[in-house]
């Protein structure tokens, strides 16, 4: 760690979080100011690839300045006056909850835009391409860093646009219509959620989160945070996704192009489950205990159901997407999410943060392995898929297999690798959950979700047999010549995709590194607020 003038951070936080912005409104100049390239595409693209560089590396040096001593203080806060009718206020800042995800958002990003320079998307104008990434990626970081409700909705809003047009004009077959799918179920949850904003700012008299929290609920009646938490709550369940509200995203995701699929998955989703825990936990801890166990009872049945339809999609006959299977996959993850926070314990809540960055790494790699597979056999159908690699890919793309077998064992949990801890502490919070909450009803809850490890085990490892090994049935009379040869990793796959695998083991196998920042925040935060 290294000492870094408080300034300097602010000025650190305010890049990171404006800096995407300016980069997207650059992006779309005559001749933008990114490295020059062989084509004006070209250029634009490295453009891309500069600016997301310079945000990456931003992101890390405030990591490295933040003070880890004290990361449940709100650090590299800026708090600006933006509109004192209502009180409203350009607050910004960062604590040991928020920072992982501000370093993964900036992480992820930097990676797609560095796969799209080298694998540039098929579609319209690479100008928009870059511009709609950079101005997602601001959406992102802001919703991560913004301290002010009103604020936190804009933010949370602003990622809709970019992300409908990624999947409209450069997604695949059907990606109008899950364009609109995503786009309306994600809007009507938002109005909803900014009437549930509204009232807590109306009746607690501010809209600054820091001071709701410190205020921990004592300004709200009962009634106003049973109501504030179902409103708001809805919105941040339909981006998270919760089931039932989940049926946007398998389409969403098989629609989608690769860079749009490992955003969605790796930081879009995060979004929603980080509301729960930095506004409905310590600004409405009542109304938040009401709703916990059903939450909970939902966040189980999400995590058997979206391993039962991945079971469903990957058994033979099928006719299984590879994509859809993993988002499926997704609904399941963030079931374990859900879980950890609806127990209001340290343990759980930490589970769930830790499972958010292990399944944004996971997931986005998965995502990712996916969309070369595609390029290579032009299809993600398990049964075509199957009978294109059976029997060849371990043995003709042997790196490539590999990490899609790494990539699906560290999402069914193995020990030692990132998904594991995230899971585990959620479902020891819901064995012990906090005062007031059924503990008979919670240790069912665990039992449930602990039957879904099992359950993403076996498809998870259906899928490796299927697709990296195949079975002689599915492959007969397979020639090892060049019309059945796949390239294994290239050079910017592998470039793209070491972060992330170097990272699921780093934090399998030392997760203190992410505890450490997130659990005095998560003490604090549920004791009474962030300071």
Not at 25 to 33: G, I, K, M
Not at 153 to 169: G, K, N, Q, S
Request: glycine residues 12%.
């Amino acid at each position: 760690m290294i000492d870094i003038n408080e300034s300097v951070m602010q000025f650190l936080l305010a890049f990171v979080v404006v800096g995407p912005l300016l980069g997207a409104a650059a992006a779309l100049l005559p001749a933008p100011p990114g490295l020059k390239g062989k084509s004006p595409e070209q250029a634009v693209l490295r453009h891309g690839v500069t600016v997301t560089g310079a945000v990456l590396a931003a992101a890390v040096v405030l990591a490295l300045g933040f003070d880890h001593h004290h990361p449940s203080r709100m650090q590299a806060t800026t708090d600006i006056s933006w509109i004192p009718a209502l009180d409203v206020r350009i607050h910004l800042g960062i604590d040991g909850i928020s920072l992982p995800l501000v370093v993964l958002t900036a992480l992820l990003t930097f990676l797609c835009a560095l796969y799209s320079y080298f694998k540039p998307p098929t579609g319209p104008s690479p100008k928009a391409f870059v511009a709609l990434l950079l101005l997602l990626e601001t959406g992102t970081l802001a919703t991560f860093s913004v301290l002010d409700l009103l604020l936190f909705f804009l933010a949370f809003e602003t990622v809709l646009i970019p992300m409908y047009f990624l999947i409209a004009r450069w997604g695949g077959e059907g990606r109008t219509r899950a364009a609109w799918k995503f786009i309306l179920f994600t809007l009507l949850g938002s109005v909803v959620m900014l009437l549930g904003l509204l009232l807590i700012g109306i009746k607690a008299g501010t809209f600054d989160m820091v001071a709701l929290a410190t205020d921990n609920g004592r300004s709200l009646t009962a009634s106003v945070q049973v109501v504030a938490v179902l409103a708001i709550g809805l919105g941040l369940a339909v981006k998270t996704p919760m089931w039932p509200l989940h049926s946007w995203l398998p389409d969403a995701h098989t629609a989608a192009p690769t860079t749009g699929s490992v955003l969605l998955a790796g930081v879009l989703l995060k979004m929603g489950t980080y509301g729960f825990v930095r506004i409905l936990l310590p600004v409405a801890p009542h109304g938040f205990r009401t709703f916990a166990p059903y939450l909970a009872a939902l966040a189980v049945v999400g995590i058997v159901y979206g391993s039962l339809a991945c079971l469903a999609l990957a058994r033979r006959g099928a006719k299984g997407d590879l994509k859809r299977l993993i988002a499926y996959s997704s609904v399941g993850h963030m079931g374990f999410v859900l879980l950890g926070i609806a127990t209001m314990t340290p343990t759980g809540v930490n589970g769930a943060l830790f499972a958010n960055i292990a399944h944004g790494l996971i997931t986005g790699l998965l995502f990712f392995l996916v969309g070369a597979l595609k390029d290579r056999t032009g299809t993600t159908d398990l049964d075509t898929l199957a009978k294109e690699t059976g029997l060849a890919l371990y043995g003709k793309a042997p790196r490539l297999g590999g990490l899609l077998a790494f990539g699906a064992v560290a999402s069914l949990g193995l020990p030692g690798l990132a998904g594991f801890w995230g899971e585990m502490l959620s479902l020891f919070g819901a064995f012990s959950p906090a005062a007031g909450l059924s503990r008979p009803a919670f240790l069912t809850f665990m039992a449930i979700g602990a039957f879904g490890t099992l359950l993403t085990a076996a498809y998870m490892l259906i899928v490796v047999r299927r697709v990296c090994m195949g079975a002689a049935e599915e492959t007969p009379g397979l020639a090892d010549g060049p019309g059945h040869r796949l390239a294994d990793v290239r050079g910017y796959e592998f470039a793209a995709w070491t972060p992330l695998v170097a990272l699921t083991v780093v934090a399998g196998l030392w997760p203190r590194a992410l505890l450490g920042l997130t659990d005095p925040a998560v003490h604090q935060l549920l004791a009474g607020g962030t300071r």
